[in-house]
C-alpha cells in the first residue's frame, strides 16, 4: 500500500530518518543541520518519542526499563498520543515558519516496530494517523540501512545505555525490524530514500546532501 501524503501548501520542508538501533541516525542529523545552516536554512531537529516537555518525560517511559512494560497496543496508542502534541508544538508551526525540520523517528517507526513487527493492524494504525495526527507524512524520509549485529554493537557503545528497552528485545526481533523497513522502503521509494550505513559517516552524509538538493532547490 502506498502512503501518501495529505497536507498541502506549506512553506517548509519536512524530513525523517530512519532505521534500527545504532544506525547513526543522530549523527547524521546533527551533520546535516550544520550544513544547511552554514547554506542559511533555518533548521529545527527533533526526535520521536519526544520534541515536547510533556513528551519527553514520557520517552522514559518507553524507552528504558523492562522490555516487556509495554505492548505493542499500548505502545501504539502512547506513540499517537505524543505525535498529535509533537506535530502541534513542535512540527507545524516550525513548517510554517519555512524551516527545515529533521526529525528522528515518525510515523514509519511505529508502522514498523508496532505494525509489521509487533503486529497491530497496520490500517488501524494508519486510522490513527489519519484521524489523530492530520495524516501528516514527511517530504522525505531517509532509511540508514545497517545489520542489526553492527548496530547494536553501536548502541552499546553509546553514553547514554540507559535507553534499552528496545535494544534488549534481542537480535531476532532487530532482524524483523530491519526486514520490516525494506518491506515500507519498497512500497514508498520515492519518499523513503535507502541510505548504506555500513560506511564512514562522512560518506553518508555526502549521499544525504546530494539527496536533498532537489527538494530544497539547492543548486551546487
Not at 14 to 32: A, N, P
Not at 72 to 86: C, D, G, K, T, V
Amino acid at each position: 500500500m502506498q502512503i501518501k501524503q495529505t497536507v498541502n501548501l506549506r512553506k517548509g520542508v519536512f524530513i525523517s530518518f530512519e532505521g534500527g538501533e545504532g544506525v547513526g541516525k543522530s549523527t547524521q542529523i546533527d551533520l546535516l543541520k550544520k550544513d544547511l545552516i552554514n547554506k542559511q536554512f533555518n533548521v529545527v531537529c527533533t526526535r520521536e518519542p519526544g520534541g515536547t516537555k510533556e513528551a519527553e518525560e514520557i520517552r522514559k517511559f518507553l524507552v528504558t526499563g523492562d522490555k516487556k512494560a509495554w505492548d505493542p497496543y499500548s505502545e501504539s496508542l502512547i506513540f499517537n498520543a505524543i505525535r498529535r502534541e509533537h506535530i502541534n508544538k513542535i512540527i507545524l508551526p516550525a513548517i510554517e515558519d519555512g524551516a527545515v525540520v529533521l526529525c528522528d523517528r515518525f510515523i514509519d517507526s511505529t508502522i514498523v516496530y508496532q505494525g509489521l513487527v509487533g503486529e497491530v493492524s497496520e490500517k488501524n494504525l494508519l486510522e490513527l494517523h489519519k484521524n489523530y495526527c492530520y495524516d501528516l507524512f514527511p517530504d522525505l524520509t531517509f532509511f540508514l540501512d545497517l545489520s542489526p549485529k553492527k548496530g547494536l554493537s553501536r548502541a552499546l557503545k553509546r553514553q547514554n545505555t540507559i535507553e534499552n528497552r528496545f535494544e534488549n528485545l534481542g537480535i531476532n526481533y532487530h532482524q524483523k525490524i530491519l526486514n520490516g523497513y525494506y518491506t515500507l522502503q519498497k512500497r514508498n521509494p520515492r519518499r523513503i530514500i535507502k541510505i548504506n550505513a555500513d560506511n564512514s559517516k562522512e560518506n553518508i552524509s555526502s549521499k544525504i546532501s546530494s539527496s536533498i538538493k532537489k527538494i530544497l532547490n539547492i543548486d551546487e
